[in-house]
């Protein structure tokens, strides 16, 4: 990932046969699949991968139970043969989940679950133990012949509230079913765009970098980091900047030959609450239930806290979302819904994200009717100009079936044959995976002398990949950073190999520090010293990286500089406890 050797590359060969425009999880699944297949392909992306809509998801990797309801049975198929996919490919980050449905009635929705199935109202409503019945007895048939995880079952109320104490005691059973979520999907990006890069010089990708049409086919290539521009001359054009597509096309396009509007999305808010009592109540399970409105929620523990979420609103402007005031407000009164007895203190918060679904566009007044599914339009080229191939819709547990279909539409229009199968190729930290993971660790540990602890944390955070990271830190002096378990010699790691720019890409996507609520004030002052040291920055320029930094965690994620502060003091407090009990 050396950016100035890429630049002087495209500087002395400007013409790529393919330009994919976005470094979301479906960018850079077409970026992998078009590499691999030996295509000379360049991927432009205007923030830091994986920063949008990929970096803004449940964390579940499922095949959409809810959606059985539209009527979407080959989505809900493919996106069942793509989480067991991506349990056996990438299981480092990929792991089944537990998920029990509290069921408040029996017969209800069932009247209306076949009329919305039949398109003819878009109200929605509680789904009683029937219906409920139904739609896990439809996923089990679909998983039936892989079998990766148990069938479903029920329970009556007794043994439910037996179990879960702090349910609703309005409720009349539950059900319990498996399906999958996703520790690190940032990293997954990374990985993928490793793996593409793999195949050879003729896979190049740039983050901060965009690109704007300037006639006769050429494009002009802005890179946002160095602030240079030079031409490329793309033979096709893949848009896949999701909930970007129609702002992107209008720099692809003039305005006269611009398309109509395809993207309509909606926005998607989460809460990361450190409620111990509330995470093991929950006891590794996932409760996926319905707020009194009909909206599905979801409440999971998650590294070592609670990811609770989420809504669902439409949105214009994709680059301005966040979790606002009354959405942190609903989210809080749907959990107090399923889970009275349970108050969460405003500091126990300690982080929020948003994200935009890339829908496709629709009218519908019911947002949760609008299609799943995923599908690819090609726009010829106008004025000279290659056609544009958009990537339309999806959801982050089909990106590997959905980078393949736009790669094979590319593939047929350059005159070109796949030739690798990535349906069963493992990457990154998933490849040669241990089934003693044990052992693999001692191992690691016996050969570059890192502790076996040690050890165990990087196989966690990488998978086997963490064979790379280990022999990087053992190969010089290291010592612990500030409070979040990470040491010098390993974001050192990070910032040389993964295209680090800025802090935000280190402390919210290269690592869990942010998200996980385990970021302090001097955790981040310690690694922004270390990028400095790395990119060369003079003192000015590392202030103004902090207060950019500092803004982000702010705005988009609820998170203000007194609260990193004061868990400095939290921190420090809880090692001398340590330490005298010690």
Not at 16 to 21: G, H, I, N, S, Y
Not at 98 to 120: H, K, Q
Not at 189 to 218: F, H, K, M, V
Not at 435 to 448: E, I, N, Y
């Amino acid at each position: 990932m050396n950016r100035l050797e890429t630049m002087d590359g495209l500087r002395q060969s400007p013409k790529v046969d393919v330009c994919v425009l976005g470094g979301g999880i479906n960018g850079l699944s077409v970026f992998r699949e078009l590499a691999l297949q030996g295509a000379n392909v360049l991927l432009v992306e205007q923030g830091d991968y994986c920063s949008g809509a990929s970096a803004a998801l449940s964390r579940m990797v499922h095949g959409g139970l809810r959606y059985l309801e539209n009527g979407e049975f080959n989505l809900v198929q493919e996106s069942l043969v793509e989480r067991d996919r991506l349990l056996r490919n990438a299981p480092h980050y990929v792991a089944p989940l537990r998920t029990t449905i509290p069921v408040f009635d029996v017969f209800s929705g069932l009247a209306n679950g076949i009329v919305r199935f039949l398109g003819l109202t878009r109200r929605p409503s509680r789904r009683g133990a029937v219906a409920i019945k139904t739609g896990l007895a439809i996923y089990d048939f679909l998983t039936r012949k892989r079998a990766l995880m148990p069938r479903h079952q029920f329970r009556g109320r007794r043994a439910t509230l037996a179990k879960w104490p702090a349910l609703n005691p309005g409720i009349r059973s539950s059900a319990t079913y498996y399906d999958a979520w996703v520790s690190h999907p940032e990293r997954i990006g990374i990985e993928l765009l490793r793996d593409g890069l793999s195949a050879g010089p003729n896979a190049r990708a740039l983050n901060y970098a965009t690109i704007e049409q300037t006639g006769a086919g050429d494009f002009l290539l802005r890179d946002g980091i160095a602030g240079e521009t030079f031409r490329i001359q793309p033979t096709l054009v893949v848009n896949a900047t999701g909930g970007w597509i129609d702002i992107a096309n209008g720099s692809l396009f003039t305005e006269s030959a611009r398309p109509a509007a395809l993207m309509g999305g909606t926005k998607g808010s989460h809460l990361i609450i450190d409620n111990p009592a509330l995470r093991d109540m929950l006891d590794g399970h996932m409760i996926y239930y319905e707020n009194e409105d009909g909206r599905i929620c979801i409440l999971f523990p998650y590294l070592g806290k609670v990811l609770v979420g989420s809504t669902d609103i439409r949105v214009d402007d994709p680059g301005i979302v966040r979790c606002e005031t009354d959405e942190r407000d609903y989210i809080l009164q749907s959990l107090a819904f399923v889970l009275p007895g349970i108050r969460i203190r405003p500091e126990e918060i300690v982080f929020q994200f948003a994200g935009v679904r890339p829908l496709p566009a629709s009218k519908d007044s019911f947002t949760g009717r609008i299609p799943r599914d995923h599908f690819c339009t090609v726009i010829e080229g106008h004025d000279s100009g290659p056609p544009v191939l958009c990537m339309i819709g999806g959801k982050w547990t089909t990106f590997r079936s959905f980078g393949e279909l736009a790669a094979d539409m590319v593939l047929e229009r350059l005159g070109r044959h796949r030739r690798v199968d990535t349906a069963e190729r493992a990457f990154g930290g998933g490849r040669a995976f241990p089934k003693d993971g044990g052992g693999w660790v001692r191992d690691l540990a016996a050969s570059t002398g890192i502790s076996i602890d040690r050890a165990a944390i990087l196989f966690e955070r990488y998978g086997t990949d963490a064979e790379d990271v280990a022999g990087f830190i053992a190969a010089g002096p290291d010592h612990p950073l500030p409070h979040a378990g990470y040491s010098l010699r390993e974001v050192q790691y990070l910032i040389g190999a993964e295209a680090v720019e800025h802090l935000d890409d280190l402390l919210l996507r290269r690592t869990t520090i942010a998200i996980s609520g385990e970021l302090s004030l001097d955790m981040a002052d310690a690694v922004l010293d270390l990028l400095a040291v790395e990119r060369g920055w003079s003192a000015e320029r590392a202030a103004e990286e902090r207060i950019r930094f500092l803004t982000i965690m702010r705005e988009r994620h609820g998170v203000a500089e007194a609260s990193l502060s004061a868990r400095n003091e939290r921190r420090s407090e809880l090692c001398e406890t340590t330490a005298r009990s010690g």
